[in-house]
């Protein structure tokens, strides 16, 4: 009698089964090499480091692939609570031992990945791993997954015919009536599938990011984000987002972290240029290139090293690097922002010093130089005894030390004690800033005017002044003679409130001062496009809120330059729109 061989539907059936068999005796512990009571720090570790060394698209030995599979599955079970918390009960992450249990929707169980052709490489994994696209066109798998009802299985490539050359779909209809798209009757086939990447969240440190998050927290707020992009389709957010938490433990306090599920927000998404492709995209809020940030992706190597480095190469540069020959913490500019300089032995401007100067961006004028020693004269001469050292220079000239002999134990803390430091600082500058607007209007009663400068600008002629009086001069003769003139002017009736108001806040209050020509002409250029060079005097009515103003280059007589105030406050002098805004050196 001829003995027959088995019909090829059944050998197939049978290797499958005894290959599920086998992956569901795989101990998670063991194929991560973890204890049992490792904690989640250590899991993620453990399966970042063999991801690595076991990827398909690294690893090209004999079973490569299925150890990355059992990676994967390992890390899918030990990374939830609840399947960890199943398996150490029962041996099963689906809450009860036996075959098939489950739960609905779930897509636990094992993968198994074949080459899809020379030149190709194709794997899936039905944990919510990796899904590689390949390289040049499309590449076909032959992947199976056990699961409950619903759960997750997948026989051949886009549901077409296999990599062996017929539809799966046609021997199993022979087994089960119906084929896989009926509901199971055995050990739980059939159901719809669905992807576990599409049902898993975020980790709680990765933030989900919608274009209103985008816009109030990100764009432009002085601190970097690493980004991931994608769609819920897409395999592989898992091992990104492993990733991303390893970077932002590295870099904790430096960088923020989030997604962005593109499916929900495709038109954010596009109106950014982030959509992702075949696979999810990391990206950076970069301030590398200007103080406007920008998304720069990342393209290399999904390694935490080094996206650590792309990350850091990205961080603000708002400090400006100075050095000690040239060393003037005097300079500023139109805003009455505190300035803050590091010393500090670094040939480049440190990690947390460019934090900062992000997190502080429009609050503080940074700046930072290279010291190889306190002995150094410049240095000595403010006083510092040890290195990496903080100096302060308030509003009104007054240089402190703010921190000296800095040591850090870890970056987030560091950056914690130096933001309290320079939040008490700004504090202080407020009252010292503020008791000098106080002196100024004093000494304006006793008719002489302040002279405007960078540090004292916001105060006087700031946008919560309605209109500045500015007598610009550019001898002694002719400061002596508008301080004089003005002074009396300010305390006719005509501006009477004005001492008052100022200090107040009122919408009608006018603001007097003068202005050193000589040592500002960038200022009066902002008027007219020749300063008003050909004036050794000029009167010059300012709005800043509208930045507009009106000009008076006139006979400097009582008579004329009350007239000319009058007319302005009667509104019968028209304005003209300043070239640019008014800024002092």
Known sequence: MEIRPPPLSFVILSTLLLLYAEAKTID?????????????????????????????????????????AEINNAYDILSDEEKRKNYDMYGDEKGAPGFGAGHPGD?????????????????????????????????RTFSFSFGGPGGSRSFGGGGGPSSFGFDLNDIFSGFFRGGMKDQGQFGGFGGS??????????????????????????????????????????????????????????????????????ETESTFCKDLGMHPGRTPRLLVYSYKGSEKGSLEEYKGDLIAKNIKTFCQEHLPRFSKRISLNHLDLSSSNVETYPRVMLFSTKKDTPVIWRVLSGLYHKRFIFYDAEVHDVSDPAVKKLGVDALPAIIGCLSNGEKQILKSGISVKDLKSAIQDLSTLLDSFEKNNKKVASSQTRKMQTDSTEGQLPLLMASNFEALCGEKTPLCIIGAFRSSRAREKLDSLLSKVSQKSLSRRQNQSVASGSRDSISYMLLDATKQPSFLSAFDKSGFKSSDNIVVAYKPRKRKFAAYMGDMTMEEVEMFIGSVLNGD?????????????
């Open 28 to 68: 998670p512990y063991k194929v991560l090499g973890v204890e049992k009571n490792a904690g989640q720090r250590e899991i993620q570790k453990a399966f970042h480091k063999l991801s690595l060394q076991y990827h398909p698209d690294k690893n090209k030995n004999q079973g490569a692939q299925e150890k990355f």
């Open 107 to 139: 897509g636990g169980g094992y993968t198994y990945f074949t080459s899809g052709g020379p030149g190709q490489s194709g794997f899936t994994s039905g944990s919510g791993g990796w899904q590689h696209m390949g390289r040049q066109g499309s590449s």
């Open 193 to 262: 599938s669905r992807s576990q990447s599409q049902s898993r969240s975020s980790p709680k440190s990765i933030r989900a990011i919608n274009s209103e998050v985008f816009r109030k927290e990100i764009a432009d707020q002085g601190m970097t984000w690493l980004l991931l992009s994608y769609t819920p389709s897409l395999q592989g957010k898992q091992y990104y987002e492993s990733i991303i938490e390893e970077v932002a433990s590295l870099l904790q306090g430096a960088i923020k972290v989030g997604s962005i599920n593109c």
């Open 573 to 585: 002098v028209q304005f003209t729109r300043t070239r640019q805004k008014p800024v002092l050196k």
